[in-house]
């Protein structure tokens, strides 16, 4: 449902985006970014876990060109519930931020297989599990990236 909400909004926006963009700016990539708050004292070990298992996984994803870029931003938590860690990933437009493609997942699945060393999936599983209790998920959003048009 979550995810219906999600492309209807982003669908919105393009529709009412498009008409805006003609005169302000030229669009870019579309960015999935997703909120975390590390757990008290989790930090340091938050960032060991993303360096060993995901940072290669992340680089080569960008290398075979499944995403535009990505980027690790870490801030200071105004507030109890306020996030310290965002993953933000670009994507070309806002269907490959939002469709499935089987061939796209088959190739994400080989990268992780590589870089985990095994391809059973329940394995991965495992070796995921250990971020779940270094940090809280928040929240996910999706942006389009503008460049805005000089005023002539």
Known sequence: MHRIATLF??????????????EHWTEGPVWECSAYRTKPGKFDDYMTYLRTNVAAIRADA???????????FVQMPSSPTDW????????KNG???LDYDPEIEAKWNAISAK??????????????????????????????EVDLKPIE
């Open 9 to 22: 909004a982003l669908t919105l926006l393009t529709l009412v985006g498009t008409a805006a963009a003609q």
């Open 62 to 72: 960008k290398e075979q060109g499944l995403v535009v870029d990505q980027k690790v």
């Open 84 to 91: 310290d860690v965002m993953f933000c990933t670009a994507y």
């Open 95 to 97: 269907s490959d931020a």
């Open 115 to 144: 870089h985990l060393k095994t391809d059973d999936e329940e394995a991965q599983e495992a070796m995921a599990t250990p971020r779940f209790e270094m940090r809280d998920f928040l929240g996910t959003n999706l942006m389009r």
